[in-house]
């Protein structure tokens, strides 16, 4: 894996720590949610000079099924070697609560996760640092191991740093984000619920820094996950029986996930996003990119899209997914994978059926191998 181990943005091979140490922390660490707190980050969450561009959250990749809670802050070397090491910095006072050790890779290369407790309601939280400052480093765990820690933080130091990489994101538990309809369907990750756009938390100069390093124009720049809207097909869904987010097996949690949602990018394009397609974790275009699933509800009967593949776009011109682009357009190409079919039966229970490279034409409706899905 060495250098090249943090791709998540590019390919389906991700990796991924759900379910272990550290990663309930800021759940049992955090204040009642109707407190309110007001704090402003001076220092960017990473060296902003060596960033390519920022990748909002959103995105839906690979066993990433629904939209994802952290943005990608990549390197300009992400290409190269990756011998480019960016700083990762503490953006406010504040104290480490949490250290995982995710992994191992060469005399250079470690692989992080840690949150920052800033205020009793709000948290930063880094995933693929590469290295910690020699200060936080002696309170690591070993390979594969986690850590509860107090380790107090001063706005602007340096905490480690990176290569390629980095995930980020922030949690405030005075924020309860509406488009998550049944938050009960994630207790597994209860700050999910509480993930907002990251770039509101920034001083005016840093926040503009960001929002030009961002591949994202509209509104919230930042990123945005949840798109659920109640008795419409748009949104996060999971099968019946499966523990909502959760899933049956935190081995691959994600097979009975399901999104019909947007790109993070280019919010107007159609993403369907499957847990279990021919047995992988799948995302499609919608051929034709219609219709738009906040308009679909219990009243618009089966709803028949046709799976294709689609990529992003510069004007005319592929985008070299090394460079900041502006306005970038997601492009459905021509080449078909299959049908699905949706069906609302109730305001929160869909019915839905998978043919994997069958014809438009050759779909009529359901058989009796269809799966039902709620929030």
């Known amino acids: ?38 704090l402003i980050f001076n220092y960017p969450p990473v060296d902003l000079n060596k960033v390519a561009f920022i990748e909002p959250m959103g995105s839906m ?16 070397d992400f290409f190269g070697n990756q011998e480019l090491k960016i700083d990762v910095y503490s953006p406010a006072d504040g104290e480490i609560i949490c250290i995982q050790h995710m992994g191992s890779f060469d005399s250079s290369m470690d692989d992080y996760r840690f949150e920052i407790k800033h205020t009793d309601s709000i948290f930063s939280v880094y995933i693929h640092v590469d290295k910690l400052s020699e200060r936080i480093a002696k309170y690591a765990p070993p390979n594969g191991g986690y850590v ?14 990176y290569s390629g990489s980095v995930d980020y994101n922030v949690v405030d538990y005075n924020i309860t984000l509406t488009g998550f309809i049944n938050p009960e369907s994630y207790q597994v990750e209860p700050w999910k619920i509480h993930t907002p756009d990251p770039f509101d938390y920034f001083n005016d100069s840093i926040k503009k820094n960001l929002i030009d390093k961002c591949l994202r124009s509209a509104d919230p720049i ?24 959760g899933g049956i097996n935190p081995d691959n949690y994600w097979v009975g996930h399901l999104a019909i949602s947007y790109s993070s990018i280019d919010p107007g394009h159609i993403i369907v ?68 079919l949706f069906q609302l039966i109730e305001e ?3 019915k839905v059926e998978i043919f994997p490279d069958s014809a438009f034409e050759e779909i009529n409706g359901f058989t009796d191998n269809f799966s039902l899905f709620v929030r």
């Open 1 to 38: 894996m060495g250098k090249h181990k943090k791709i998540q943005f590019f390919t389906f091979i991700l990796i991924f720590t759900l379910f272990t140490g550290c990663t309930d922390t800021i759940s049992q660490n955090k204040k009642d949610s109707s407190y309110n707190e007001k």
């Open 61 to 76: 990749i690979g066993n990433h099924v629904t939209p994802i809670d952290h943005q990608y802050y990549i390197s300009k």
């Open 222 to 245: 930042g990123g945005k996950i949840d798109h659920d809207i109640d008795g419409r097909l748009v949104g996060n869904w999971f099968k019946e029986g499966t523990n909502g987010y």
């Open 148 to 161: 509860n820690v107090n380790i107090p933080v001063s706005a602007g130091e340096t905490i480690g740093n």
């Open 273 to 340: 996003s499957f847990g279990s397609f021919k047995d992988e974790p799948r995302q499609f275009g919608v051929k034709n990119n219609t219709p738009n699933p906040s308009n679909v509800n219990i009243e618009s009967g089966v709803i028949k899209y046709e799976l294709v593949d689609y990529d992003f776009y510069n004007g005319s011109i592929r985008w070299d997914r090394a460079s900041l682009v502006k306005g970038l357009e997601l492009k459905n190409y021509n080449f078909s994978h299959g049908i699905v």
């Open 348 to 350: 929160r229970k869909l």
